[in-house]
């Protein structure tokens, strides 16, 4: 097995528990706004790979912050337009980064292959089936449409950035406190309350009621943020270091097809005949951009 094959399969994995945040989110939502939720998740994984910290680089820190500033916004702006639109609209325009990431390479120079160009018509024709729905354009689709474009500009920029890296799990964990970073920064400008009256009192109720959130979704923001943020970045950094942007957003574009199956299985919300046909096209998808993939040599960088 080649090393870009076992990128494939670990980018294949990541989308897969991508697709199990779902269930683990929909309690959350009710309770916490969006950016506690990204708080939340992102702080328990920044604490577990602190350690990873310790001597890094000063480029892998550089890269790690990039990254992270990008996947701030990318989750930002996701949240933020889910607020304003079906939750149906948002998947697919979102997973309009499938698209935007080849045509990235191509404002570069890069041509796609046709077999990608085929699997590129192949997950949006999946997205489309899976996840559109009737309605006029709105503020909430023009920001599903940035977290597409910032996500687009985040697999690209990986790409490139992992591959200068020398330790990724440095990078991980520069990049997973730099979201957390972000999201408190964010919490502290716009959220925590700054009554005029009585503003201790205020604050008071406001940290209990977050303390009582959090011992009563425990499980949701340690799955989050344990297995979903810590092992999965961590998981992405080594699959991506071993395939193209164009491969990833192909894998990635699985996603919506993810979540609709364990939605179906955990929370048994039916799919119908047009999902099925979706998530068909999906990973009819991924298997034509990995059909008679030519090898190439290894990455440079070693496995952690």
């Not at 309605?135 to 689709?141: L, P, Q, Y």
């Not at 009563?216 to 943020?229: D, P």
């Given at each position: 097995?080649?090393?870009?094959?076992?990128?494939?399969?670990?980018?294949?994995?990541v989308?897969?528990?991508?697709?199990?945040?779902?269930?683990?989110?929909?309690?959350?939502?009710?309770?916490?706004?969006?950016?506690?939720?990204?708080?939340?998740?992102?702080?328990?994984?920044?604490?577990?790979?602190?350690?990873?910290?310790?001597?890094?680089?000063?480029?892998?820190?550089?890269?790690?912050?990039?990254?992270?500033?990008?996947?701030?916004f990318?989750?930002?702006?996701q949240?933020?337009?889910?607020?304003?639109?079906?939750?149906?609209?948002?998947?697919?325009?979102?997973?309009?980064?499938?698209?935007?990431?080849?045509?990235?390479?191509?404002?570069?120079?890069?041509?796609?292959?046709?077999?990608?160009?085929?699997?590129?018509?192949?997950?949006?024709?999946?997205?489309?089936?899976?996840?559109?729905?009737?309605?006029?354009?709105?503020?909430?689709?023009?920001?599903?449409?940035?977290?597409?474009?910032?996500?687009?500009?985040?697999?690209?920029?990986?790409?490139?950035?992992?591959?200068?890296?020398?330790?990724?799990?440095?990078?991980?964990?520069?990049?997973?406190?730099?979201?957390?970073?972000?999201?408190?920064?964010?919490?502290?400008?716009?959220?925590?309350?700054?009554?005029?009256?009585?503003?201790?009192?205020?604050?008071?109720?406001?940290?209990?009621?977050?303390?009582?959130?959090?011992?009563?979704?425990?499980?949701?923001v340690?799955?989050?943020?344990?297995?979903a943020?810590?092992?999965?970045?961590?998981?992405?950094?080594?699959?991506?270091?071993?395939?193209?942007?164009?491969?990833?957003?192909?894998?990635?574009?699985?996603e919506?097809?993810?979540?609709?199956?364990?939605?179906?299985?955990?929370?048994?919300?039916?799919?119908?005949?047009?999902a099925?046909?979706?998530?068909?096209?999906?990973?009819?998808?991924?298997?034509?951009s990995?059909?008679?993939?030519?090898?190439?040599?290894?990455?440079?960088?070693?496995?952690?």
């Amino acid at each position: 097995m080649n090393h870009q094959f076992r990128g494939v399969l670990a980018l294949l994995v990541v989308t897969l528990v991508w697709g199990t945040t779902f269930p683990a989110m929909k309690g959350l939502t009710v309770y916490f706004s969006p950016v506690w939720i990204i708080f939340s998740r992102f702080a328990l994984a920044a604490v577990l790979l602190a350690p990873f910290l310790w001597r890094a680089r000063r480029d892998d820190l550089r890269a790690g912050a990039v990254l992270g500033l990008l996947l701030f916004f990318c989750f930002l702006f996701q949240v933020e337009g889910l607020a304003l639109t079906s939750s149906n609209r948002n998947a697919f325009i979102c997973g309009l980064n499938v698209l935007i990431v080849p045509l990235l390479g191509v404002m570069g120079g890069r041509l796609p292959e046709r077999k990608l160009v085929l699997a590129l018509l192949l997950a949006v024709g999946g997205l489309a089936a899976l996840c559109w729905d009737d309605g006029s354009w709105g503020r909430g689709d023009w920001l599903a449409l940035m977290s597409a474009l910032c996500f687009a500009v985040y697999v690209r920029t990986m790409e490139v950035r992992l591959r200068q890296a020398s330790r990724l799990l440095s990078v991980t964990a520069a990049q997973i406190g730099t979201v957390a970073l972000c999201a408190a920064l964010w919490l502290l400008a716009r959220e925590v309350p700054r009554g005029s009256i009585d503003v201790a009192q205020d604050a008071a109720n406001y940290w209990a009621y977050i303390g009582h959130g959090l011992q009563q979704y425990w499980w949701n923001v340690g799955y989050l943020g344990v297995v979903a943020t810590a092992a999965i970045i961590s998981l992405q950094s080594w699959g991506q270091a071993r395939t193209t942007a164009n491969e990833a957003a192909v894998i990635y574009s699985f996603e919506p097809g993810a979540a609709a199956f364990f939605a179906f299985f955990w929370l048994g919300e039916a799919l119908s005949p047009r999902a099925w046909l979706g998530a068909t096209l999906l990973i009819s998808g991924m298997i034509v951009s990995q059909w008679n993939t030519a090898s190439r040599p290894p990455a440079a960088l070693a496995p952690e």
